[in-house]
Structures are given as C-alpha cells and as structure tokens.
C-alpha cells in the first residue's frame, strides 16, 4: 500500500500550485484592489475585498467580490484536476483563497436572504475542507 493512499476510494486532495506575488503583496499591505487589478485571478485578493467589504457593511459589493473569487478559485481547481469534488484541504496554503471566497460568498448570500446559495456554499465548503468551515466561521 502506498502512503497517502486514499483508503475511502473517493477522489485525491486538490492542491493548488503556488502562486507567492498576490500573497506576498496583500501581507506586505499592498490594497486588495490593487492586488485583484494586478492578478485578477487570485482568489484570495478577492476575498480579501469581499471580507473588507462585508465589515464595512457593503454586503452587495461583498457577495459580487466573493462570487469573483470562488469562479476564479474553480477556474484553478479545475486545471489543477479536479472534478467538481473532493477534499481542497485548508492546511495547503494555495488553496486558502479559495476557501476564503466561498466562506465569504455562504456569508454575504445568507446576509441578503439567498438562503439556498447559503446552504449549497456552506456545505461545498465543509465538504472541501472541514477544517476551513471550521476555521473561517
């Protein structure tokens, strides 16, 4: 048996590849919109501007962020190999924007009443990574 074999039969972790610039600049302070504007296909400039956007008490311009940032983060995944399930583990550091997106995006559509989407993105993302849903609510 190889180690890391996955045992349950379902389908490997999805780990998206690395990619520093957008991470690196968002840390050092850079403007998310900036950072998004630059490198419109990192997720997690995009979540970080629907975060900002939510506490700010912008829900709308929350939910549209997020929603960015989770089609972008399926953009990637779905290069990566995977196939519309399967764990997107938290604890690889690529994948937490992402994760980040679809929180936000369960959070801004339970704050302005689409209850359905709420539930679907909640669970996409307990599924994903039981980890994130724990970490991020």
């Known amino acids: 048996m190889a180690i890391h074999e996955n045992l349950l039969g379902g389908p490997p972790p999805t780990h998206l590849p690395d990619d520093p610039e957008p991470r690196e600049l968002l840390a050092s302070g850079a403007a998310p919109a900036e950072v998004a504007a630059k490198y ?9 501007l629907a975060d900002e956007a939510f506490e700010a008490g912008r829900v709308v311009e929350s939910y549209a962020y997020a929603r960015t940032g989770y089609h972008r ?10 196939k ?5 583990p938290f604890e690889h550091e690529p994948n937490r924007g992402f994760l980040r997106a679809l929180h936000a995006l369960a959070r801004a559509a339970q704050s302005i009443g ?12 307990r599924e994903s990574s039981p980890t994130a849903a724990d970490t991020l609510s």
Do not use: I, K, M, N
Request: proline share 6%.
């Open 73 to 82: 983060g399926l953009d990637a995944l779905r290069r990566s190999g995977w």
């Open 114 to 125: 689409e209850q359905e989407e709420y539930e679907r993105c909640s669970t996409f993302l």
């Open 84 to 88: 519309g399930h399967g764990p997107v």
């Open 40 to 48: 419109p296909a990192s997720s997690l400039a995009w979540a970080q």
